[in-house]
């Protein structure tokens, strides 16, 4: 039988040579990286960002011209540029939508009765001449399935009255 002495040495020693073994492949990996990629850094990188918060040049394809744009993680005046858009009670604006076109949509959406009978009271309706709006109520639109807010939303996207989601 082995002795408890010797398993607790055993049990070091692999600890240690699987310690040594793993900081020598990080940093063969790293010297690797380093060399394939020159000893450019993140450092010089960053130096070599332009004023204005767009890093790099343009890049031009067949996709058309790509900005760079500087996304800002911390907001320090506490508002966001958008506030008064973004917390308005949600309004939905159906474009070219006719009273019975949007009742046939709606109808055919993947909605749950309750939620459906909601929307297709037309108190909650504004037809206008280009479209109806529908003021659907909050608890609403955070109700919605997957399926049904994206046939919602795919109609809402069609018109540029509607707040970007």
């Known amino acids: 039988m082995v002795e408890p002495k010797r398993v607790k040495l055993l049990c070091a020693a692999f600890f240690i040579l699987g310690a040594s073994l793993t900081l020598l492949l990080v940093t063969f990996g790293v010297s690797l990286f380093l060399h394939h990629f020159g000893s450019e850094s993140v450092v010089h990188i960053l130096a070599r960002a332009r004023p204005g918060g767009t890093v790099g ?4 394809g067949a996709w058309g011209v790509l900005e ?4 800002p993680l911390a907001n320090t005046d506490g508002i966001f540029p958008d506030e008064p858009e973004r917390l308005q009670n949600p309004k939905w604006f159906f474009e070219r939508y006719t009273e019975s076109s949007l009742s046939h949509f709606l109808s055919s959406c993947d909605l749950r009765p309750v939620e459906r ?3 297709l009271d037309k108190r909650s309706w504004d037809i206008g001449t280009n479209g109806v709006s529908i003021t659907p109520p909050e608890q609403l639109v955070w109700s919605l399935t997957h399926h049904a807010r994206q046939q919602i939303y795919a109609a809402l996207a069609k018109s540029s009255a509607n707040y970007p989601q």
């Open 117 to 119: 009978k909601i929307l």
């Open 57 to 60: 040049p343009e890049k031009h």
């Open 68 to 71: 760079p744009v500087e996304v």
